[in-house]
């Protein structure tokens, strides 16, 4: 079974739909990441958490919100989801005090 | 917010043929690394390079990072359709996260 799984891998939605990516990992890992990756433009990042009660934004989380239901789950919420946020979202983990991220299949998301 | 440039965008060669890959910064590194992503998969680490002048192999891969660090290249010797696939670099900052590099996207012909 895979280390880190997101739910679902490909969603398509409408413009101001509500839309909840989910992550979860086996690896028990404290650090999870939420990234999104567009063409040409390699991996942003969306928001982190260092443990359950840790939450911070990253370099685009304008339009994003997450939430950390335990050390396992790390979901990332688009409230009102508009067609610039299409793209891959990609979650990932880390150990404190080690440089290794491990990601996530991906989930391909399109607004219309 | 450092910005990591990598070039050549795309490479398309033939089984065999050698190539480079090249990651540059607008300032200093202070880690880097160098992952690989597959359609349809997350990327995955190749090698973390820290010290100025670095040279690591993984197999036929070759990773050099500049002595002034604020540069790195990855080599490829006598490239094999597996090694198809999206090529991208990330600066370590704050220890803990990435900034990653716009990425190589390498398809190799059999």
């Known amino acids: 079974d895979a280390d880190v799984t997101q739910t679902p891998r490909n969603r398509i939605t409408k413009t101001g739909k509500r839309i909840m990516l989910e992550c979860s990992q086996t690896k028990g890992h404290d650090r999870m990441y939420w990234y999104r990756q567009d063409p040409g433009l390699g991996l942003r990042l969306i928001y982190y958490?260092?443990?359950?009660?840790?939450?911070n934004k990253g370099e685009i989380s304008d339009g994003y919100s997450v939430s950390r239901q335990a050390q396992a789950k790390f979901s990332l919420s688009l409230e009102s989801a508009i067609p610039n946020q299409t793209a891959l979202y990609f979650c990932a983990t880390s150990d404190s005090g080690h440089l290794k991220q491990f990601f996530g299949p991906g989930t391909r998301l399109t607004v219309l | 917010t450092q910005l990591l440039e990598q070039s050549p965008q795309f490479l398309s060669i033939q089984e065999g043929e050698n190539l480079t890959v090249y990651c540059n910064s607008s300032?200093?590194?202070?880690?880097l690394q160098w992952y690989r992503q597959e359609p349809g998969e997350g990327p995955v680490l190749l090698v973390t390079v820290v010290t100025g002048g670095e040279v690591k192999k993984l197999k036929r891969l070759t990773f050099q990072f500049g002595d002034a660090r604020k540069d790195s290249s990855l080599h490829i010797t006598a490239a094999q359709p597996g090694d198809t696939g999206l090529y991208l670099c990330a600066e370590i900052y704050n220890t803990d996260k990435l900034i990653f590099g716009t990425g190589t996207r390498l398809q190799v012909f059999p």
């Open positions: 958490s260092f443990d359950v009660k840790d939450i």
């Open positions: 300032s200093v590194f202070s880690s």
